[in-house]
Nanobody
Framework: VQLQACGGGLVQTGGSLRLSCAASGGTFSRLMLGWFRQAPGKERLFVAAINWSGTGTYYDDSVKGRLTISRDSAKRTMYLQMNSLEPEDTAVYYC????????????????WGRGTLVTVSS
């Protein structure tokens, strides 16, 4: 499975961005997909995940109500709609995939895309 994320950029506090993650190879419809982020000097942390059918979504408490994860199996693409962005959201965002159930640790995701930088200015 190969993943490619895009959509990052510079935005002001309160602004919005939409990240995309396109997948190739593998059986997309059976993958648990997730977004992680890594701020400078910090570890890579779970942001959100969506199950293979799209019926189950999971969020870190820090982003609930502001970020929305979704997937389009026909396009083999996952999205992260980011609203009401805050400076604390500044990080490199990575998309990841795994086969099986939800996992919150980055160590449980074997497939990764290159990160896309999100910078929120105050």
């Amino acid at each position: 499975v190969q993943l490619q994320a895009c959509g990052g950029g510079l935005v002001q506090t309160g602004g919005s961005l939409r990240l995309s993650c396109a997948a190739s190879g593998g059986t997309f419809s059976r993958l648990m997909l997730g977004w992680f982020r890594q701020a400078p000097g910090k570890e890579r942390l779970f942001v959100a995940a969506i199950n293979w059918s799209g019926t189950g979504t999971y969020y870190d408490d820090s982003v609930k109500g502001r970020l929305t994860i979704s997937r389009d199996s026909a396009k083999r693409t996952m999205y992260l709609q980011m609203n009401s962005l805050e400076p604390e959201d500044t990080a490199v965002y990575y998309c990841a995939a795994r086969q099986g159930a939800l996992a919150y640790s980055s160590r449980n995701y074997p497939y990764w895309g290159r990160g896309t930088l999100v910078t929120v200015s105050s």
